[in-house]
């Protein structure tokens, strides 16, 4: 076992920091309905650290745990070693994290520059009157996040549908919009709730070489949730595995493979 402030190295050559973000005994219930029970586990600074597990596992629930939107009933989430205090939607960018969700959330009428540009709305020191009346400070932060926008867009390869609607994009691309729209605040943390679900092949391999290339271009540690196995073996350097609620698994790509409770909990199970 790792001390949390240690860092260790991936197999494929990349240095793994301490612990940012610590699950402690987290237990969720909706009602009756217990989400999550009792589980444990940590994220280190720089990862790619997947969640997996059968539909209603509660995979997406964890993820806004982790994002601060839910507060478990049970346990505690500790960011950078401290308790973290219940957050509205605001602090939780403010924290330098930023999420994508399962269902596509942008607003389809606008652009997609416009679009990834909400992503910057936490920057603005200036409100949003200041930017509505357009001046002085709200005039230069307006660039700033215009170049900004940019510069993710670029990154991520969208240039050429900066500004189309994003009503008329294919499924992937709508994708890889959120993306853009969550890099833009520039998170230390990015949480990416089944960020190939539904896409081709294809439109999967770009988006995991997106995802790769985030990671090591900008640092940013990265949880995601994922159903298509090949993707989560390829990309994460370790995984939770969850069933109906509970922590069955906890380890590296091969560590999981072997597991025969994970190999139980997926035989004979769809997924999407
Ligand atoms: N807001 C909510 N209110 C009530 N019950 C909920 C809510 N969100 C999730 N649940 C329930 O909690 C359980 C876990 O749901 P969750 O969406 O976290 O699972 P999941 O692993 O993300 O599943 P999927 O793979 O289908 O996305 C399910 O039984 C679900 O019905
Ligand atoms: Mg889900």
Redesign the pocket.
Known sequence: MLDNSESYVTEDGRTIGGVVMEMKNITLR??G?V??KDISFDIREGEIRAII????????????VISGFYVPQEGEVLFHGKPRPQLRPYEVAQQGIARTF?NIALFEGMTVLDNVMTGRLNKMSSGLLAQAIWRGKAEKEEIENREKAEKIIDFLEIQHIRKTPVSRLPYGLKKRVELARALVSEPSILLL??PMAGMNVEEKEDMSRFILDVNDEFGTTIAL?E?DMGVVMDLSDRVVV?DY?KKIGDGTPSDIRNNQAVIDAYLGVA??
């Not at 597990?53 to 806004?64: C, E, Q, V």
């Open positions: 909706f009602g309905v989400a999550i597990g059968p539909n209603g596992a509660g995979k997406s629930s964890m993820l806004n399962q709730d089944e949730i159903h969850m609620g997924h999407d």
